[in-house]
């Protein structure tokens, strides 16, 4: 699995950004997808993530209220909608796959991993 991640950029706080994952090679049936991001001195975190068979979401809860994760089947693509972003958020953001519906927000349990895109969130 190929993943291309784009949408990345800079923005005032409060404002928004769309993060597109868009995998090639295979269809993302029976995959985990999550939003990963780091940002500087920090551990990667968890964003968010989706299964792609049955749309269980998780969100940190960092996130929740502000950014959504949601699929488009016909282009085989992942989408993370942030809203009312803050400086906090400024990060690389990541997709990544993993083989399976169960939900896991440890980095090491994905497979496959999209280039970073970078967030950055100006006050």
């Known amino acids: 699995v190929q993943l291309q991640a784009s949408g990345g950029g800079g923005v005032q706080a409060g404002g928004s950004l769309r993060l597109s994952c868009t995998a090639s090679?295979?269809?993302?049936?029976?995959?985990?997808v999550g939003w990963f991001r780091q940002a500087p001195g920090k551990e990667r975190e968890c964003a968010a993530a989706?299964?792609?068979?049955?749309?269980?979401?998780y969100y940190a809860d960092s996130v929740k209220g502000r950014f959504t994760i949601s699929r488009d089947y016909a282009k085989n693509t992942v989408y993370l909608q942030m809203n009312s972003l803050k400086p906090d958020d400024t990060a690389v953001y990541s997709c990544?796959?993993?083989?399976?519906?169960?939900?896991?927000?440890?980095?090491?349990?994905?497979?496959?991993w999209g280039q970073g895109t970078l967030v950055t969130v100006s006050s």
């Open positions: 989706l299964t792609w068979t049955d749309g269980s979401i």
């Open positions: 990544a796959v993993k083989y399976g519906i169960l939900i896991i927000t440890r980095a090491a349990a994905y497979e496959y």
């Open positions: 090679g295979r269809t993302l049936r029976g995959y985990t």
